[in-house]
């Protein structure tokens, strides 16, 4: 950057200088000429003198001189000529400075002679006779006086443009030093300090940049993190059933288990090998969901037929557990996933009949409510302390671990539940008090009208 301004100055400075420099020639040029028909004038009318006083005699006895004297008669013809032969020259009388000087007593000109080859300047005097005397001196061209000045104009030159180099350099080093000293770690800081005004929205741009940069660095972080504690949480959520199918494997093989202790075992295993598939389902449908759950095809859905749904798919568990499940309310649409959806209230369902006592009832109500549609499902069931209300849609977390065991549960349910409502734009609130039981609502955007 720093040689880029370095040759722009240095550049312009040059340019500007050589201007300078051809203006300079060109007054110094047209001075000269001026001065030269002024020496001319007065060259001229001291011959004039010399002619009157002695005619042709005081011309030839001037004998070798800077200029070529003419004298021509009023009707032209040239009687002396100082350079050319007088014989062959053509009639002068309509030459600019012979018709001047007829007309008014004296007149100048300057033009290219044919005659010699060269560019003349010219002043002419009348006689008291009429006749014209002209007296002609070789201009000065402008090359003349360039080589008339030329070590003069190249040491003009050559301070001019070392100057102009030493100039340019500093100027591009202090140009592009507060540049480099920057500090991009902090941008906004810089900018409020920084002589360059033109500089600020870009610092404001970076600092934008920055902060962004810093945000996305934090989420991944944290994301990562999510993901490792996962990892771990799971694999050792898968550990425990295995060595427990594992040990109990061994004691039959072994032979120690007889009668009707192999169909307690055996039903030991069967239940706990149901866990860890619960548990894999749970965690490739969590895992489909943390990815945004890309590629399902959304639909208009009635979010009150899934729920009867899965009401119906746990009348066993329900009567098992002797809990009565319920679903009120009518029709109402959503655009969403439908197996997504149904998750949602077939994990919620589960926990209600899960949680509670024997005796208990669970309560699903789906209804439209203006331009929402809302999800409530409320038990009579064991309740959650308020201290443990924040952290139960965290993956793994349990109230009480053994009793979540007991039940069959994963820890994974409302972690489910969590992201299938953000990838439906649904909200989730908790109300439970111990020993009353739990009631949990999700607002889901209503769906537009069906299409014709
Ligand atoms: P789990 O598979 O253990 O049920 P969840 O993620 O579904 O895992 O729920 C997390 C914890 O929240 C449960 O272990 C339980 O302690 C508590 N919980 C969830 N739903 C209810 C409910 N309806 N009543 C009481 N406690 C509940």
Redesign the pocket.
């Known amino acids: 950057m720093s040689k880029k301004i370095f040759y722009s100055i240095w550049l312009v400075t040059s340019l500007v200088l050589l201007s300078c420099l051809t203006i300079v020639l060109a007054v110094v040029y047209s001075h000269f000429t001026q001065e030269q028909f002024e020496q001319l004038r007065d060259e001229t009318r001291l011959a004039t003198q010399g002619v009157i006083l002695d005619g042709q005699e005081y011309i030839e006895n001037l004998g070798q001189t800077d200029f070529r004297i003419t004298w021509i008669t009023s009707e032209g013809i040239i009687l002396y000529d100082s350079e050319a032969d007088q014989t062959v020259m053509e009639n002068h009388l309509e030459r600019e400075e012979i018709r001047q000087a007829l007309e008014t007593g004296s007149g100048q000109a300057s033009r290219y002679s044919s005659t010699l080859s060269t560019r003349l300047l010219y002043t002419a005097q009348r006689l008291p006779d009429g006749s014209v005397l002209r007296l002609a001196i070789t201009q000065l061209t402008v090359w003349h006086l360039f080589m008339r000045f030329l070590p003069q104009i190249l040491i003009i030159l050559a301070v001019a443009l070392l100057l102009s180099s030493l100039l340019a350099s500093r100027l591009a080093v202090r140009i592009v030093e507060p540049i480099n000293r920057l500090n991009l770690e902090r941008p906004m800081e810089a900018a409020s300090t920084h002589k360059y005004d033109e500089i600020r929205p870009l610092l404001a741009r970076l600092d934008e940049q920055r902060r962004q940069i810093q945000k996305d660095q934090e989420e991944i972080e944290k994301t990562s993190l999510i993901r490792q504690e996962f990892t771990a949480n799971a694999s050792h959520e898968l550990k425990t059933p295995l060595h427990v199918i594992s040990g109990y494997a061994e004691l039959l093989e072994t032979g120690m288990v007889q009668g009707d202790d192999v169909k307690v075992f055996a039903g030991k295993i069967r239940g706990e090998s149901e866990r860890m598939a619960n548990l894999v389902e749970d965690i490739i449908d969590l895992s489909r969901l943390d990815g945004g759950a890309v590629g399902m095809r959304r639909e208009r859905a009635d979010l009150y037929r899934i729920a009867g749904n899965a009401v119906e798919s746990l009348e066993g568990p329900a009567s098992d557990a002797q809990v009565e499940v319920s679903l009120t309310g009518s029709p109402s649409y959503v655009s969403g996933i439908p197996h997504v959806l149904y998750s949602i209230v077939y994990?919620?369902c589960?926990?209600?009949i899960?949680?509670?006592e024997p005796g208990d009832s669970v309560t699903v109500r789906v209804h439209p409510e203006g331009s929402r549609v809302i999800l409530r499902v409320a038990?009579t069931?064991?309740?959650?302390p308020q201290a443990?209300l924040d952290r139960?849609?965290e993956r793994f977390?349990?109230?009480?671990?053994s009793?979540?065991k007991e039940?069959g549960?994963?820890?994974?349910?409302?972690?489910i539940?969590k992201h299938a409502a953000r990838i439906h734009g649904a909200s989730i609130t908790v109300e439970?008090e111990v020993g009353k039981?739990?009631a949990?609502t999700l607002s889901f955007p209503a769906a537009g009208p069906e299409e014709a």
């Not at 069931?381 to 959650?384: A, D, L």
């Not at 549960?409 to 972690?415: E, V």
Request: charged share 15%.
């Open positions: 994990n919620l589960v926990n209600a899960k949680y509670s038990d069931g064991i309740g959650i443990d139960i849609f977390y349990r109230v009480d671990k009793h979540s039940v549960g994963t820890g994974l349910g409302l972690s539940v439970s039981g739990s949990f």
